[in-house]
């Protein structure tokens, strides 16, 4: 449990240039929120964030966002041709209210030791930004708060609901219970054996801390045929890191009950050419229908599994050419639950 008496009095909120979300009636706050790494810690470190509001409405419902690894909030947020990659802009343009997290060890957030970002504290972490979104310590308080999660992000997103069941729903993206040879082989290869610190831009951090080896991104996340090449030169520019602690952690994900101990409802959609997860010798991506049937042993049956298959996809779902199918489906998704929300004085 997080300290119910933390005080998020130091979190400091700033007002950056809005650009395109002004025209699009969206409010914006940059965070930085003191947190810890774990119970009885001390808030030593910062998570940025970005929260996300309709200038004209108080929604009730905030998806807190978590990204991948090798990536920061910009996923969610792709600064190239928002209007079409933008999940932040679809959502929050759609009534709903987004924090968008640069995840411990990313980004804007603190970077601790390598061996300090693992799947245990990036759940903590987020467990307590949870909290603060339910009390109004980042501003207003949320009724409910809905975990997204993109392929280590859902890794995340599904530890952080089955340890602390502070969540009402889960939209997880891009990660299944079985690796295929070619995702293992990518990994290994491309990112496990990659020390970050080779590139200048990571210079000052541990070997501990991994990154895509240039010119990888591509084949090991895209379905390239399906893909806008300036996107994928931007995301090249902006990648990020992963510790290899979490790396570590994603088998013991697979294995561990976790997702059985999600108990509200839960999204999984993963791209029908997503080379990590999907194969002759993995799961069959070809219909909603197959990974559901491969998946569903490994969740309770209070999370009410749906799956959704974006046609024409690689691992990231939010930066093909067609991203606005998948937007669409989650925005159905996410509405089709709130009608079953208790009202405001029942909710948590």
Partial sequence: MVNDS?????????????????????????????VSLAP????????????????DGAPTVVQVLLHGAIYNGTYW????????YSYVDHMVSRGYATLNVDRIGNGRSTRPHSTRVDLDSNAFVIHQLVTALRDGSLGRPFERVVLAGHSYGTLV?????????????????????????????????????????????????????????????AEMLYLAENADPAVIALDEELKETVSFS????????????????????????????????CGPDAVDCSTA????AAEAKYYAPEAQLEVFVLRDSGHDLNLQLNSDVWFAAATDWLA?????????????
Avoid at 180 to 204: L, T
Avoid at 246 to 275: C, K, N
Wanted: aromatic share 6%; glycine share 8%; with cysteine.
């Fill in 246 to 277: 979490e790396m570590a952690h994603l088998e013991r994900w697979q294995t561990d009950d976790t997702t059985r101990g999600v108990a509200v409802p839960t999204l999984v959609a993963v791209g029908d050419h997503d080379i990590v997860w």
């Fill in 157 to 217: 997103a599904s530890r952080a609901a089955a340890v602390h069941g502070d969540v009402d729903a889960l939209i997880l993206t891009s990660a299944l219970h079985t690796t295929s040879p070619a995702g293992a082989a990518a990994m290994g290869g491309n990112i496990a054996a990659y020390a970050a610190s080779q590139e200048p831009k990571f210079a000052h951090l541990d070997d501990g801390y991994k990154t895509s080896k240039p010119g990888t991104r």
């Fill in 40 to 55: 009885g810690e001390p808030t030593e470190h910062e998570v940025y964030a970005e929260l996300c509001v309709p200038a």
């Fill in 336 to 348: 089709a639950r709130a009608r079953t929300w208790a009202p405001a004085s029942e909710a948590h």
């Fill in 6 to 34: 933390a005080d998020y009095s130091g979190v400091h909120m700033a007002t950056p240039d809005l650009g395109h979300k002004q025209e699009l009636g969206i409010e914006m706050r940059e965070l930085h929120i003191p």
């Fill in 289 to 292: 229908e197959s990974v559901r």
């Fill in 77 to 84: 947020d792709f600064p190239y041709q928002p209007e079409r």
